[in-house]
């Protein structure tokens, strides 16, 4: 275990923000991080994955420490599940490559989504109607206060929309170390009838699709609108889609016909956060060197030098600006420091 005094961050974020932090370290393994969290010296302490849902704005005058410990395997298979245990620090995007390669399905509407696997958990991640939670079984994860390995089954992570416990009651006060996944080995249930996925297997000529297929019109859809982190600094989508009364949007639809949504209960309905911001005026809008992506309106970027203030400031401009002409409030994924 090494630890570097006044190590850029500009490597270990994909909004690419150049902030330092004032201590920097590395763990390989579940011993090397818990003898980190229990160095006294360091009591203000940031665990760091892929660097994909965070927006560094100052300074971290602390510990960082990078969870790169590294590894997958099948723990437990029969003839139609494999448990597959895959550690926190293996990058989310080659898991699902190497879950699809070897048939294990359940993953494959998640592709290219960035980060890796230890926070994948943390905020339900999902995309094309898929989410975590739906394959999740159960992830190992550190104290802080403790350093005692515990287990979370899927219960016990009160899992919702782009949400957990780990966001919520006990936020910061544990490191996920590896999550085990229930996947399917044969009858894959295929998501297709979300987003353009299914345009996209018609375009191909592909009726009968298996879970490669599905994942490849995935990866062909995000990166016909979605930058790439190592071209232009960004985080994904930026802000969640709302939930909204039914009654709200009603009276929205009056006003907006052509406004979309999506069914979440008897009395509420979710609305793409992207619509909301491009009719507001703020998609593909530049401010210097940063601004909102031109293709996908979800997605604030970074061309180059931008502060994370500079980001944040726009972040909170889009947001009071839907709130005054939609009467709705956005919210962001991505984690502010």
Known sequence: MQIQNNISLKPYNTFGIDTNAKYFTVASNIAD????????????KLILGGGSNILFTKDFEGLVILNEIKGKEVIFEDENFAYIKCNAGENWHEFVMWCIDNDYGG???????PGNVGTAPIQNIGAYGV?????????????ITTGTLETFTKSKCN??????IFKQELKGQYVITSVTFK???RHHKLHVNYGAISSELDKNGIEHPSIKDISKAVINIRESKLPNPKEIGNSGSFFKNPVIPKTHFEVLHKNFKDIPSYPVSDTEVK?????????????????????????????LVNYGGAKGLDILNLSKLIQKTVKLLFGITIEAEVNIL
Request: proline fraction near 3%.
């Open 33 to 44: 991080l818990q003898s980190i969290l229990t160095l006294a010296d360091y009591p203000k």
């Open 107 to 113: 993953l494959e509407n998640l592709s290219l989504i």
């Open 131 to 143: 989410e975590i939670k739906d394959v999740f079984e159960s992830c190992d994860a550190i104290s």
């Open 159 to 164: 899992f919702g929309y782009r949400n957990s």
């Open 183 to 185: 996947l399917t080995k």
């Open 271 to 299: 609305v793409p956060a992207g619509w909301l911001i491009e009719k507001s005026g703020f998609k593909g809008k530049t401010f210097n060197n940063y601004g909102v992506h031109k293709k996908q309106a979800l997605v």
